[in-house]
Every structure is written in C-alpha cells, then in structure tokens.
C-alpha cells in the first residue's frame, strides 16, 4: 500500500484543537506537539558572530523546556528551597511573576522539573518532578489549584522522576502517572477534579499527544510498556501496541504521520516502528507498516522526539543501552531506510521550522540544518550559548527561547532585512 505522509495537512488539523495563535509555542514540542513550527522568513544565511542574542537571565535547575504565549515565555525550574513557574517577557526577559509550585525535587538523573507546561485559555499547567499538578494565571502568576496527582493516583514515582508534559484537551489536562488502573488521568482543568483514569502501565517518560487518526481524535500516550490510544472524554481504551523496553525508557512523544499512521521510538537499543491504526468496525486494527528494532535500528530515539518533514523522519539515534554515542540521522518515513547519518553528532535535541532543524546539543551549542533527506547540510553552528542542556528550542515570532541549569536565552532567527 502506498503510504500519504502530507505533513502540513497533518499539522493544520491538528491546530484547528489548539487554542494558542499560530505565533505561539503554547506546549511541549510546539502548536501540534510534533515539533514542527509553520513559522517562515527564518534565517537563510549564516552571520559572522552567529544568531544574535536579545536578552539572557537567570531561572534555576531542571528539565523543563519553554513556551511562549500572549507574549509571555514560561518554563519552571528548581531554585531557593522549591520548584517555580515563571514568566518572563518574550521580548525584553523582564520577570512578570514567579510563582511556586512544590518543595524541591531531587532525583540521581537531575534536579527539579522535568515537565514542560501547557498553557491554554489563560492557564498555566505545570507537572512537577514528584508529580504535583498545579494551574497558575497566566496574566498574575496567581495559583488557581494544586494536587499531588502521583499520590491521588495511587502510582509510584518513577525511577527518573515524573517526567511528563501535561496536555489540554477541551476542558481537561491529561498526565501520565503511572497509578494501578490510573497510568494516565485525565482532570478538569478550572478545578482539577479527577475526571477519568485509564489503563494500568508504569508510567515511563513520555508525553501524551491529541492525534487524529483516521478521522478520530485520541490521546495517544506511550507508557513505559506500550503505545495506547485513549477516548479523550472518558480514556476509555481504544487500541494497544506492546512496546517494553529496559527500565520503562519509552521517553519520546509518539507522531502523527499521515491520516492513520503513528511513529514511535526508543533507545536502551530499542529502535522503533511505524504503526498503521485504522478503525474496523467500532474497534481498531493495529499493524506493523515497518519495524527496525535492536542494536541495527535505523533510529532509537533515547529522549527526542524525532521530526517528520516531507516524508522523512530527522532524529537522533542512540547507539548503545543508554551509551554515549548519538548519531543525527535521516529516515524514509515510508519504507524505514536510512538516507543518511552524522556519525557521532553528539546528544542533543531539535525541532523543525521553514525548512530547517534547529538543534541545541549537550555541548551548550545551537546548530542549524537544513532538511535535505539527501544529506547532512550544515547551515550554521554557535558554541558556548549553554551549558549542558536536554531542552529542545522553543520558537515564536522568529525568536528561539533555550535554556540550561542556570539560563533562559532568546535568540533572534529571523532572516537579516
């Protein structure tokens, strides 16, 4: 069967759900949680001294990447005895509010935070790294509600910290959690009532993602054993992809490619698989379109979620059971070959926009590529604009928001006038 992967169709639907302007990066991965920005008019040319810099400040220690919304960009971190939401003007880094959300979290694998937030229609949801949920006032940084969601739940904090971002879908925030019939619970997002609870995997990393699949809107959450797809107004279980992994290590978001199709990944030599989901008489028929799975995957995305452009899947390929070596590499999304691979690229992560990958690696650089499934091609590299980080940028209005331990950055991308 000949397989459609019409990514701009795919990101149009599923930014008709949202609620964020098309300028903003209102959640984890972006307007579509793939990722991908339709933002253009980006750089096209390199600069001498690299992408210019508008405004650096300090936040604190965690894993939280950025959003940015109504001119706001919010992230949370860990600093002074607590972990913290807070907001900064998107285009001076003036600090509008902070706000704390739970005492401080430690954990052998990092501090703080590990979540990024959602917002939508004026609130801010933040997950922290024990599993406290909390709703913050976009405008004030006020508190509206907070719940320690992991215990409410019955789950068991994971081994490497709650690691989930939380997703809006009509009047409810959805987290993975990990509980005994409760691995993902749903709660009303104005008073944070428990409202539904579903399925009975451990937690793993990943974040849930609201995908249209064959004509259906699901949550699709990739637990620490499977791949499921939920009803999004009660989490009734709609379909089932085993896919276990050493140490409940599924961490990447599972990816919309195509009407019917879903793309998912792992490291600990895992790799991954394309699925074919289709509706079959009130239930769902799941199939393998292609699998590369073990120590020879074409792509085992240990964290990153990896990005689908034209038919083809750019990600970064973890060699080894958690190992040191990443390749960035490019994948048929149709037939799973490898198109081609930069060996020993370095850890990092990435998202997509106007044509190009925007990549911040471990090394504290951010790296522009353009997407050719024909090669590797290079735009630009600065070094030294973090320090160690596992945050992928965030991008509004031709600005990148990055971060580290101790930073929040913007950088201008914007193509010289």
Partial sequence: MILSFRCGIAVAVLLSTMSAFADDWAQFLGPARNGISS???????????GLPEVWRKPAGVGMSGVVVVDGKAVTTFQRSGSQQVSAWDALTGKVIWKTKVAPSYRNAQ?????????????RVFAFTGEGVLAAVELSSGRTLWTKNALRESGGREADFGMACSPVVVGELVVVTLGGPNACNCAFNVKTGELV????????????????????????????GKAAIGMA??????????????????????PILCGKDRVFISA?????????S???????????????????????????????????????????GAAGPVMHLTCVDAETGERKWRQA??????????????????????????????????????????????????????????????????????????
Wanted: net charge negative; glycine share 12%; proline share 4%.
């Fill in 267 to 275: 490291g600990e030599n895992h790799g991954s698989s394309l699925l």
């Fill in 277 to 319: 989901i289709k509706a079959d008489g009130g239930k769902y028929r799941v199939s393998e379109v292609w699998a590369s799975h073990g120590p020879g995957s074409v792509l085992r995305s240990a964290w990153q979620t990896a990005i689908l452009h034209q038919g083809h899947l750019y990600g970064f390929d973890n060699v």
């Fill in 196 to 223: 539904w609870k579903s399925g009975d995997d451990p937690a793993g990393y990943s974040s849930p993602a609201v995908l249209k699949i064959d004509g259906k809107e699901q949550i699709v959450s990739f637990t």
């Fill in 39 to 49: 933002e253009k008019g980006l750089i096209d040319q390199w600069p001498a001294g």
């Fill in 344 to 417: 020993r690229f370095g850890k990092g992560n990435l998202i997509a926009a106007d044509g190009k990958l925007f990549v911040t690696t471990m090394a504290g650089e951010l790296v522009v590529i353009k997407q050719n499934p024909d090669k590797y091609d290079e735009l630009g590299r600065m070094k030294n604009v973090l320090d160690m980080t596992r945050q992928a940028p965030a991008l509004s209005d031709g600005r990148l928001y990055v971060r580290d331990d101790r930073d929040i950055v913007c950088l201008d991308a914007r193509k010289a006038k």
């Fill in 110 to 122: 990092g501090n703080g935070p590990r979540g990024t937030p959602a917002v939508a229609d004026g």
């Fill in 232 to 253: 999004p107004n009660d989490g009734a279980a709609l379909w089932r992809y085993d896919f276990v992994t050493d140490f409940d290590c599924n961490i990447a978001t």
